[in-house]
């Protein structure tokens, strides 16, 4: 079990933005192409995991001083440093044989590659420069939307890549948030970089960046292009639930400090999911309707 915990199998979620360029080149439908995708899915879960196994491995003295991050598997002693090792291996290269032996794109590889490369830097020494290193997160999240788009073929639009490293900035600026916050309660540094933020830069940048956010979506729902795509005048409909979940967010973080994990915010706030599952359904009405 601690060995399943060490993969952080609730983090996986964030791939699913792997699926999004089939989503909007409106061929979700299309049974191969979906098979090609839920591979580069599994593919960029195992190379995530990876990621995590050796985040948890570097940060292991910091995350026992965490009051969340000390339940973790290796900073509990739960799972041996030598053990984590191992699993950050075997994720790896699972990852890579999927992406070759399934998908047999050389695309897919070298994404995953670059993905790999980017996330092993930040682990070992770009997460200690602070605002570089929530654009590296936030990148991380593009790369995710690449990869889905190269293995079945598909163009993303510049739309898409501009609003998802926004919104995945967003999320990531709320969370450096909390380990500010959990410092200043403490006085126990959990991240090297902490104290180059404090909570006013913080709480600035993410309604400034929301604030970006929303004015990128609305601009990308009244574009001609878009319009013509999707044969929808209506398109701008969808804003409602992209507004009402930034402000959700932006109270969750704000007033009731809850921002250290996103994903645990989304499956457990009923409000998050009805603007998720609503904006979903619009947008599949409007693109497969």
Known sequence: MEYIKLLRPTQWSKNLFVFLPLFFAQSITDLPSLCVCCAAFVAMCLASSSVYILNDIMDVEYDRCHPQKCHRPIASGRVSVGAGWIMYGITMVSAVAIAWCIIANVEIL?????????????????????????????????????????????????WIIIMTFLLALFLVVAKRR????????????????????????????LVLVAAVTMVCYILYTVDDAIVQQFDCNYVYSTAIFVLAGILRYLQL???????????????????????IVGWLVLFGIIIYG
């Open 178 to 205: 909390d380990d500010v916050q959990n410092y200043e309660e403490s006085k126990t540094t959990t991240r090297r970089n902490v104290k180059a933020y404090n909570k006013m830069f913080l709480d600035s940048t």
């Open 110 to 158: 070298i994404v995953i590659g670059i993905y790999l490369l980017l996330s092993h830097a930040y682990s070992l020494w770009l997460k200690h420069i602070s605002i570089l290193d929530v654009m590296i997160v936030a990148s991380g999240f593009v790369l995710r939307i690449i990869a889905g788009a190269v293995a079945v073929d598909v163009q993303p639009s510049h």
């Open 253 to 275: 973080t704000l007033v009731e400090e809850k921002s250290w994990s996103p994903t645990l915010i989304i499956a457990r706030d009923p409000f998050m999911q009805c603007c």
